[in-house]
């Protein structure tokens, strides 16, 4: 099992939910680290929680235009 995220071969393809720009990845959001985040860490929903299983990555997409944030969950691939 592997992200294709992760290893950079599959983008994040969301939109922002706000003003509809593609979204840039951010990295997995259980990896984000308190120096580099501006604000504290997104506190992740419990809907979002429950879908993060050993089949998931939980990446957190950043908006270039607002700089919204939003988490998304990623289908691992099988190898
Ligand atoms: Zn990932
Ligand atoms: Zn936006």
């Known amino acids: 099992?592997?992200?294709?995220?992760?290893?950079?071969?599959?983008?994040?393809?969301?939109?922002?939910?706000?003003?509809?720009?593609?979204?840039?990845?951010?990295?997995?959001?259980?990896?984000w680290s308190d120096p580099y985040a501006p604000y504290e860490p997104v506190s992740i929903s419990g809907s979002a929680r429950n879908q993060i299983g050993d089949a998931n990555c939980l990446h957190t997409a950043l908006c270039p235009s607002c700089a919204h944030t939003i988490e998304v969950c990623i289908s691992e691939w099988q190898e």
Request: aromatic letters at 4%; one cysteine or more.
């Open 1 to 31: 099992m592997f992200c294709p995220v992760c290893n950079g071969i599959k983008r994040v393809e969301v939109n922002c939910d706000k003003c509809n720009e593609a979204m840039n990845d951010c990295g997995r959001t259980l990896e």
